[in-house]
T-cell receptor
Framework: DQQVKQNSPSLSVQEGRISILNCDYT??????FLWYKKYPAEGPTFLIS?????DKNEDGRFTVFLNKSAKHLSLHIVPSQPGDSAVYFC???????????FGTGTRLQVFP | DTEVTQTPKHLVMGMTNKKSLKCEQH?????MYWYKQKAKKPPELMFV???????INESVPSRFSPECPNSSLLNLHLHALQPEDSALYLC????????????????FGDGTRLSIL
């Protein structure tokens, strides 16, 4: 049972445009959500997170939106750059545990 | 640059061998984690240590034995592994356990790619 789902395995965006990566979850006990970026042969790099008490968090070019009623999370990257090309994982943590449950990832390609 | 260092980067071992994976962080984090990632799959949690004590074991087989000798170091001892244990093993750390410190991100090392012959 996949509790965290990223339904788009890949996304291709032109440089300078907005990239929108989506994530859906099923467990209403999740209270903390994160996005990680992963390059080949490297570990996941933390990008941005959001607590369930908020609906938006922004850090530079990265904004995460949380819609609790829809159990939906999205990451916006504006403007997209070629260096953003990587696999993006969303992850969620249940209330009062340190466990992270990852989605299956979305491969983002930013082309010139 | 990752602040969580894992060694070795690659490891090939036979099913009767005993080996250890090592993870080190010097960020003063008090929670450390082991994850296993199979090809084209997301990372899956194996163990959580908080203040050098094991707090979560996700029903991992006993052929994997974690150890936290001090707050900066986390080991994973391997013995009698099976071919299906071949995977990328990731270590992570965070400032504190969520229960005591609130929600904080986990920071990952680059992993050890393990192959069992």
């Amino acid at each position: 049972d996949q509790q965290v789902k990223q339904n788009s395995p890949s996304l291709s965006v032109q440089e300078g445009r907005i990239s929108i990566l989506n994530c859906d979850y099923t467990n209403s006990m999740f209270d903390y959500f994160l996005w990680y970026k992963k390059y080949p042969a490297e570990g996941p790099t933390f990008l941005i997170s959001i607590s369930s008490i908020k609906d938006k968090n922004e850090d530079g070019r990265f904004t995460v939106f949380l819609n609790k009623s829809a159990k939906h999370l999205s990451l916006h990257i504006v403007p997209s750059q070629p260096g953003d090309s990587a696999v993006y994982f969303c992850a969620a943590s249940p209330y009062n545990t340190d466990k992270l449950i990852f989605g299956t990832g979305t491969r983002l390609q930013v082309f010139p | 640059d990752t602040e969580v260092t894992q060694t070795p980067k690659h490891l090939v071992m036979g099913m009767t061998n005993k080996k250890s994976l090592k993870c080190e962080q010097h960020m003063g984090h008090r929670a450390m984690y082991w994850y296993k990632q199979k090809a084209k799959k997301p990372p899956e949690l194996m163990f959580v240590y908080s203040y050098e004590k094991l707090s979560i074991n996700e029903s991992v087989p006993s052929r994997f034995s974690p150890e936290c000798p001090n707050s900066s170091l986390l080991n994973l001892h391997l013995h009698a592994l099976q071919p299906e244990d071949s995977a990328l093993y990731l270590c992570a750390s965070s400032q504190e356990e969520k229960r005591t410190g609130g929600s904080q991100p986990q920071h990952f090392g680059d992993g050890t790619r393990l192959s069992i012959l």
